[in-house]
């Protein structure tokens, strides 16, 4: 349950700092915060594996934490291209 925890505080960290980068941060509430850091971290971890650096749930490092932010910020570049067909 710990785990679970934690996934909802980063994710929601990581998600409202992607969302700040991203310009996206009036349109989100506290729940889509949780819900892109939780799906970007997941993602960034399947990223950071391809390339060799790690990252995602299984790792709380440095490496970890900017991979999870990477996969937020991607997931909302491809929300916005899906969205309006741009990124902001």
Do not use: E, P
Not at 35 to 48: D, F, P, Q, S
Not at 57 to 66: A, E, K, N, R, V
């Amino acid at each position: 349950i710990m785990t679970f925890i934690l996934m909802i505080i980063i994710g929601g960290i990581m998600g409202w700092l992607a969302s700040m980068v991203m310009g996206r941060d009036a349109s989100m509430g506290i729940l889509w915060h949780i819900i892109v850091g939780v799906v970007g971290a997941i993602l960034g971890g399947w990223i950071g594996s391809l390339i060799g650096v790690g990252g995602g749930w299984g790792d709380f490092s440095i490496s970890g934490l900017i991979m999870m932010f990477v996969g937020a910020v991607v997931l909302l570049a491809i929300a916005n291209l899906i969205q309006r067909r741009r990124i902001r």
